[in-house]
């Protein structure tokens, strides 16, 4: 374990968030590699980061090959009421599927069969904990050095999520968010089956991965508040490319089930012939 920040040294920045900077470090004695993400937390936002705290301490628990290694959160504050939270996490050196779809345009449906598999793993761990991730789309979806893919940053981007202005809040989180979530009564009734939005936000990262552009909107298009609510809640179905195999589309119309009660449910789906036969699940094989 490592016990303190000045045993790691810093050899780049690998990444930027909504709030966060992600560093590659590395132990001055061991030499082994991590990430560490840095959030910086101003006075006025102490409760939110109060409330990160108290997510980290579940994320200390998780222990899946499925989902991003937490190695130890370090408060930079101490007992006081700001100043940064460190988190220590496993190194993934293909970074994230936001950032391969950015070389690659698009995944094929072989790679995103293995993508879809390995999610749905990692979510059946987490929702047998009673743990909702809330965050899934691409870029919390990182990748190793062997091509595998795992679930990172859940919590933590959920609680920095209402710390930023409109625009990046929408960018960032909202677009991901299902029908049920913008609905307060059906929210209210869904709220303790959460489970079924982690369902919706994999489904539309997956036919992102294929389309290569964020599925209810039209490519390249920056969506303000109400745009993003429309396409989300009043969109019946979204359009798949008819190059898409049927056992893909009807995958992901299980994933986009509008109603939550009747949407896939991770045990289901792992189940589904579009990911059933799947054993490989890496995201270098194309
Ligand atoms: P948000 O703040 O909404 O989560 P984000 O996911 O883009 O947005 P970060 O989680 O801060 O922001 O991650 C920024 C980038 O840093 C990621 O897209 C990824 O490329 C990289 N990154 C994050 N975690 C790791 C990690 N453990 N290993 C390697 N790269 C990482
Ligand atoms: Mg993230």
Not at 138 to 151: H, M, T, W
Not at 163 to 181: H, I, K, L, N, V
Not at 236 to 241: G, T
Request: a negative charge; charged letters at 25%; proline letters at 3%.
């Amino acid at each position: 374990t490592i016990e303190s920040l000045f045993d790691l040294e810093k050899l780049g920045v690998v990444g930027h968030g909504n709030g966060g900077i992600v560093y590659k470090v590395q132990h001055l004695r061991n030499s082994s590699v991590y990430a560490l993400k840095v959030l910086r937390f101003e006075n006025e936002n102490f409760h939110l980061r109060k409330k990160a705290v108290g997510e980290a301490e579940i994320l200390k628990q998780v222990d899946s090959e499925f989902i991003v290694r937490c190695h130890g959160v370090f408060d930079s504050g101490g007992d006081t009421e700001n100043g940064d939270l460190c988190f220590l996490m496993e190194y993934m050196e293909g970074g994230s599927l936001n950032d391969v779809l950015r070389v690659h345009g698009s995944l094929p449906e072989n790679v995103i069969s293995g993508v879809a598999k390995r999610v749905l793993e990692g979510l059946s761990y987490l929702h047998g904990l009673h743990i909702v991730h809330r965050d899934i789309k691409p870029s919390n979806l990182l990748i190793n050095g062997q091509g595998e893919v795992k679930i990172a940053d859940f919590g933590v981007s959920r609680v920095l999520a209402g710390t930023f202005d409109a625009s990046e809040f929408c960018e960032g989180t909202c677009a991901y968010m299902s029908p049920e979530r913008f609905d307060s009564d059906k929210w209210t009734e869904s709220w303790c089956n959460g489970f079924a939005g982690d369902v919706w936000a994999l489904g539309l990262a997956l036919l992102e991965c294929y389309m290569g552009h964020f599925p209810l909107l039209a490519p390249g298009k920056k969506p303000d508040w109400v745009t993003l609510m429309c396409a989300i809640c009043f969109i019946e179905r979204p359009e798949i490319p008819s190059t898409a195999s049927s056992e893909f589309k009807s995958f992901i119309y299980r994933c986009l089930e509008k109603d939550w009660r009747r949407r896939g449910t991770v045990t289901e789906l792992l189940r589904h012939p579009f990911v059933a036969k799947q054993n490989t699940g890496l995201v270098d094989s194309f």
